[in-house]
Structures are given as structure tokens and as C-alpha cells.
């Protein structure tokens, strides 16, 4: 078992950047594949990226073409801690960000066992 929590989150002026991270109050993130999501109001919820386990060897994943090229994935083994850095946002990049752990990457938010409470990205002039 382990118990997300994600932060990071906060306003940014369009063009500007954040790091979100995920880290885990309870077990070790090292053995889970780690996925970003967001949900903006309205809207589904959208994956982003995936990392997998270090015990795997698929690589991390970007899903969203929306956010290739600005949005970089990677871990810290040493501090339990993935990490989602955002570049060059956007106003539609404005949404809840959520981490959550799976056995492996998948597509499928439902393969996703373990969910943080989420950080609010607000990007706004």
C-alpha cells in the first residue's frame, strides 16, 4: 500500500513553469509505475505521463500531446519522489493535477490503484 501526495501547485503567468511532485507519506513509490493526470472543470480526466517502476524497463510515457516538449517526467528514487516538470504553460493547462501509483504504465485510469488528493495548476495573466 502507499498514500500519495502531491505538491507543487500554484499560479503561474502563461509561459512561466512549475515542478509538481509526488511523494509518498506511507510505502515506497520506487516499486510502483508512478502516472500524472489532471482534470479541469467540466472536462475528463486526462492522463498525462507515466514512469514506471524501477524494477521495469518500458520508460517513462508521455501520452498527452498537448504537453510533449514542455512537460518532463522523472524520479527520485533516493527521496521517493516523482516529479512533473511543467514548462511554457499555457492558460488551458489550468486544471487539478493528481498522482497515482499501478503495478505498470497503462492507459487506462482504472489499472491506477493508489490517488493522491491532487494540486491546483492555475495558469493565468
Known amino acids: 500500500q502507499v498514500q500519495l501526495v502531491e505538491s507543487g501547485g500554484g499560479l503561474v503567468q502563461p509561459g512561466g513553469s512549475l515542478r509538481l511532485s509526488c511523494g509518498a507519506s506511507v510505502g515506497s513509490l520506487n516499486y510502483y509505475a508512478i502516472g500524472w493526470f489532471r482534470q479541469a472543470p467540466g472536462k475528463e480526466r486526462e492522463q498525462i505521463s507515466c514512469?514506471?517502476?524501477?524494477?521495469?524497463?518500458?520508460?517513462?510515457?508521455l501520452y498527452a500531446d498537448s504537453v510533449k516538449g514542455r512537460f518532463t517526467i522523472s524520479r527520485d528514487n533516493a527521496k521517493n519522489t516523482v516529479y512533473l516538470q511543467m514548462n511554457s504553460l499555457k492558460p488551458e493547462d489550468t486544471a487539478v493535477y493528481y498522482c497515482?501509483?499501478?503495478?505498470?504504465?497503462?492507459?487506462?485510469?482504472?489499472?491506477?490503484?493508489?490517488w493522491g488528493q491532487g494540486t491546483q495548476v492555475t495558469v493565468s495573466s
Open positions: 514512469i514506471s517502476s524501477i524494477s521495469r524497463r518500458d520508460g517513462p510515457i
Open positions: 497515482a501509483s499501478a503495478s505498470g504504465c497503462s492507459r487506462d485510469g482504472n489499472a491506477y490503484d493508489y
